[in-house]
């Protein structure tokens, strides 16, 4: 397909206390230029940059955690990079709600797999979502924190505790639907892996 630019992904944004989620299946997720604080305010007055704590929230890449906060050039390992592209089609998640990869429909092809992305919040008690029809809630890998905060008049990211990440679970059995869940923990990547619902994004032909 053909390339329209590159960039670095955007997950969403804070200002004044308030959550802007952008949907990573859209071209408005992909910023040409990264910036811990990417946006200013404005009122009848004046507009003001960096004035107060206002978030940003990126897609992180699979890098170790490293010494935080992270700051200057460290930064952009952290980033994950994207592109946009000029599509012939429209393209739509498929997801599996257990471990098997699912099909994409007849007359339509395989763009990539991956684990389903539902929903993230902040530090503070607002977050976001991703539409399951997106392209978005397909991420090729999967992390129990798959984006950083980063603190915008600081010019500093930070990958805190108190953020969360949400993804669509598996239901391995047929007589488990409908049941009360059972309550677990689980802790290794292999364990977490195995509970979460696969997806696949396809393009009709």
Request: with cysteine; aromatic share 12%; charged share 15%.
């Amino acid at each position: 397909m053909p390339l329209l630019w590159s960039g670095y992904s955007l997950l969403y944004l804070e200002g004044q206390e308030k959550a802007y989620t952008q949907d990573l299946g859209r071209a408005g997720s992909c910023l040409r230029v990264f910036s811990t604080m990417p946006f200013s305010y404005c009122n009848s007055a004046a507009c003001h940059y960096a004035s107060r704590n206002d978030k940003s929230y990126w897609l992180s890449t699979n890098n170790p955690l490293p010494m935080m906060p992270i700051s200057c050039g460290e930064i952009y390992q952290y980033i994950s990079r994207c592109v946009v592209c000029e599509a012939p089609a429209p393209a739509v998640a498929v997801h599996s709600q257990n471990t098997s990869v699912p099909s994409c429909p007849i007359g339509w092809s395989s763009l990539w797999i991956g684990y389903s992305f539902l929903m993230h919040t902040g530090s503070g008690d607002e977050g976001g979502g991703q539409s399951l029809t997106s392209s978005g809630s397909c991420l090729k890998d999967f992390r129990t924190q798959p984006f950083v905060e980063c603190q915008g008049p600081r010019g500093t990211c930070h990958f805190f505790a108190n953020v969360y990440s949400f993804w669509l679970t598996g239901v391995s059995h047929k007589e488990e639907q409908g049941l009360a869940p059972q309550t677990r923990t689980l802790k290794t990547t292999s364990q977490q892996r195995a509970c979460i619902s696969r997806c696949h994004v396809c393009m009709k032909q």
